[in-house]
């Protein structure tokens, strides 16, 4: 059964940086790809970056040019870079594939506030 650990949330000021790690149980983020989502309170999941298994980058419109996706192969690992905050970026940040293939984590929260 495929598990997914998110980290590097945290509580970063208007215009900083987080970067968020996602492990995953095997290298399936090799052969099916890898999307980052996010829940902010009362809004539904929405996939804001997404990296396919021939590692073809998308985007969501809100994050386009802040936000980057990157994939470790060798550690089943993938991360989301993400730059130049804004408050409307806080939510509970998930790992899954480009389609939520896999049972979601436990995510990891980031607030970005003054």
């Known amino acids: 059964q495929v598990q997914l650990v998110e980290s590097g949330g945290g509580l970063v000021q208007p215009g900083g940086s987080l970067r968020l790690s996602c492990a995953a149980s095997?290298?399936?983020?090799?052969?099916?790809?890898a999307g980052w989502y996010r829940q902010a309170p009362g809004k539904q999941r929405e996939l804001v970056a997404a990296?396919?298994?021939?590692?073809?980058?998308n985007y969501a419109d809100s994050v386009k040019g802040r936000f980057t996706i990157s994939r470790d192969n060798a550690k089943n690992t993938v991360y989301l870079q993400m730059n130049s905050l804004k408050p409307e970026d806080t939510a509970v940040y998930y790992c899954?594939?480009?389609?939520?293939?896999?049972?979601w984590g436990q995510g990891t929260p980031v607030t970005v506030s003054s």
């Open positions: 990296i396919t298994s021939g590692a073809s980058l």
């Open positions: 899954n594939g480009p389609r939520p293939f896999w049972a």
């Open positions: 095997g290298r399936i983020f090799i052969d099916y790809g």
